[in-house]
């Protein structure tokens, strides 16, 4: 029987890559992951396996040393290294959020500089929005920069950053008014600032700290941190594209690729789920038979496989839009709310059909039962997908009377 959720129209580039990323994830993730999670560490070997594949460099452009890969492409690598661990997936995301952002809106000097290292995963990116008081609120960052001869000061402190304490490379997203009268719209005052500093934890920098990880539910393994900046000093060739007040911009289209990414894991985690379900239904007996005999474990199974199918097409559509060029923020909002939705639901049920056993940490499911919430929060929460979705059909289907 094939596989759920293929994906038709694929070069052979395409797929002798998901093929390596395959066979890499189901013999260096799936037997360590649950393991590693439960301990919480941080999986080098792992990393350094996606290092060696060129995983690192997959979306960046071949004149910059990458392998100049779509972005269906990465979405089907992401899917099949969440099927593994998630937060595998989560390590890399990040990182490619950066390098696209650098791709679309850097200046030549900044692509340069940049993209040849975190195509060999020498460098290695995270960016940070969110603030502690904020939520999905990003008109309503404090955090800020000044301008000081040919730096720029800033302050403010971050929240959830993803890679906080192993990255080297962090966009920063601030406010910056030097050039913007006051009365200006928030989203115009907004500068994203390329802030180099040292990997680890404590004072990476002069007037940066990243405090410690913070302890999560799940999500485990990838570090997740604060940022704070006191008087941190960011020389004026460190501004994303060389000029203040396109930060919100470039984040939002960052954001999209993102949006894209976390529905792919979604997915990736639904699958998985999906096939520990049907084999444990397939181990079980109860009442003289195994229970994937039984009605009610068939039906669960099959709105499970419907629901893997229908994200899986929705993440494609939303990613090769993407790659045409087109505005995706629809199909990605769209991609992103029904993944990560179908998602949880595929995981529970995956969760009641392993019964008892499925609160065991002996069993794997237990970790995907605790992984899948973060997805329903990641790049924006369902509420915030419904507002874009309904804005933008609203705008398709504008009433003439």
Wanted: net charge negative.
């Amino acid at each position: 029987m094939a596989r759920l959720a293929q994906t038709h129209g694929l070069t052979d580039i395409q797929q002798e890559i998901l093929s390596t990323v395959r066979d890499f994830v189901d013999k260096e993730i799936i037997p360590v992951a649950t393991e590693l999670e439960h301990r919480d560490e941080y999986p080098q070997a792992i990393v350094d396996g996606l290092k060696e594949l060129g995983l690192f460099g997959l979306m960046i452009p071949e004149e910059y040393g990458g392998l100049g890969e779509s972005l269906l492409t990465y979405a089907l690598c992401v899917e099949e290294i969440a099927r593994g661990w998630m937060s595998v997936s989560g390590i890399i995301n990040t990182h490619f959020i950066v390098a696209y952002m650098l791709k679309q809106h850097g200046t030549q000097e900044q692509k340069d500089y940049f993209l040849p290292k975190m195509a060999l995963g020498e460098i290695r990116g995270a960016f940070s929005m969110s603030e502690p008081a904020l939520g999905s609120d990003v008109s309503a960052i404090t955090s800020k920069a000044v301008k000081d001869g040919d730096e720029y000061v800033l302050n403010g402190q971050k929240m959830w950053l993803t890679n906080g304490g192993t990255s080297t490379l962090v966009a920063v997203l601030v406010r910056s008014d030097e050039g913007h009268p006051e009365g200006t719209a928030p989203h115009k005052s907004m500068t994203t600032f390329l802030v180099e500093k040292e990997p680890g934890f404590g004072e990476v920098r002069p007037g940066l700290t990243i405090p410690g990880k913070i302890d999560k539910m799940g999500y485990k393994g990838v570090d997740t941190t604060e940022l704070i900046m006191d008087g941190l000093r960011i020389p004026a060739n460190r501004v994303l594209g060389g000029v203040t007040g396109r930060g919100f911009y470039q984040m939002m289209d960052g954001v999209e690729v993102g949006r894209v990414n976390v529905a792919a894991r979604g997915c990736g985690v639904a699958q998985r789920a999906f096939e520990l379900g049907v084999r444990y239904a397939q181990q079980r007996h109860t009442f003289g038979k195994q229970i994937a005999q039984h009605q009610a474990i068939q039906f669960k199974l099959a709105e499970m496989a419907t629901k893997v199918e229908a994200a899986h097409a929705m993440m494609v559509n939303a990613a090769r839009k993407k790659d045409s060029g087109e505005r995706n923020d629809l199909e990605a909002g769209m991609a992103k709310y029904l993944a990560s939705e179908y998602c949880k639901e595929v995981v529970e049920d995956a969760f009641r059909i392993h019964g008892g056993y499925g609160f065991s940490k002996e069993y794997e499911i237990e970790r995907l039962y605790r992984e899948a919430p973060m997805l329903l929060i990641g790049e924006g929460t369902a509420e915030i997908q419904k507002m874009i979705i309904g804005r933008r059909l609203l705008e398709e289907y504008r009433f003439q009377g």
